[in-house]
């Protein structure tokens, strides 16, 4: 399912790419065979990196992995499921750029929000980010240098009704954050959210049929009354914005932004 557009949206600005080497890099991105983990991997892999992309799904994966032949770096698909604790941990050593991802949605009212998916998304999407900064923490400090990128959401700094796991987790991964910007920083290495709005994603397509029938709206109004409600600019982030914006953490001129959050988010926690 296609996301429907508001008559009057702005379009998506061209801007030029960030100019970074990242040559001699390796970086781990998970959630990577699609969206925003997808468009990661593909960019850090532009600019040079050697990227190993995570994720559980192979056929997305095999398609990233098709797509990525004549960048100036390298994508190495790994299959890889964060609810296994132990082998996201193993898996982070030797990163020096971490991208923690994946996430998990279901949108339904607390009382019917079935207690092994809040499990399930507390797991992948904070326990596993974690786990991965442990594993990837003894190589950065011994180089001196290291970046962790998590992939928070507006909903890390903001609720929204039936999205209990979802909030809980992006709002424990803000905290996690900046715990490792701090006890990062005498090593050379940052911790910063990204937050995003609502992204052109597969699970956010998804998230439209279900808030439809949580708000007993029809789907075509669900992108205007209901996910942009609050975003001063009315059209979806794409994920290729949200790779620039990670890119950038990774260049000198970031050195200094740490144990923050930078929301992409049209003006949505301006209110």
Not at 126 to 139: N, T, V
Request: charged content about 20%; aromatic content about 4%.
């Amino acid at each position: 399912m296609t996301a429907p557009t508001t008559p009057g949206t702005p379009a998506r600005p061209d801007a030029s790419p960030v100019a970074l080497d990242l040559g001699g890099r390796t970086a781990l991105v998970t959630g990577a065979a699609g969206g925003i983990g997808r468009a990661c991997a593909l960019r850090l892999a532009a600019a040079g990196a050697k990227v190993t992309a995570v994720d559980r799904d192979h056929e997305g994966l095999e398609s990233l992995a098709a797509h990525s032949p004549g960048l100036a770096g390298a994508v190495e698909p790994q299959f890889l499921d964060l609810t296994d604790l132990d082998a996201a941990e193993a898996a982070a050593a030797g990163a020096d750029i971490l991208v923690n991802n994946a996430g998990l949605q279901l949108v339904r009212p607390i009382e019917e929000f079935p207690p092994d998916v809040f499990h399930t998304v507390l797991t992948v999407m904070l326990e596993a980010p974690f786990r991965l900064i442990r594993g990837a923490l003894p190589h950065m400090y011994a180089q001196g240098w290291g970046r962790i990128i998590n992939i928070s959401s507006v909903h890390g700094l903001r609720a929204s009704a039936f999205k209990s796991a979802y909030v809980a987790a992006k709002h424990g991964l803000e905290g996690l954050s900046k715990t490792a910007a701090l006890e990062g920083a005498p090593h050379g290495v940052t911790s910063v959210c990204v937050n995003p709005g609502y992204v052109r994603t597969p699970l956010v397509e998804k998230q439209i049929a279900d808030q439809a029938a949580a708000h007993s709206v029809a789907e075509d109004r669900v992108l205007v009354d209901v996910l942009l409600k609050d975003s001063a600019i009315k059209r979806l982030v794409e994920p290729e914005e949200v790779a620039e914006a990670v890119l950038y953490l990774c260049t000198p001129q970031a050195s200094f932004i740490t144990g923050t959050s930078l929301a992409l988010d049209g003006g949505w926690t301006a209110h």
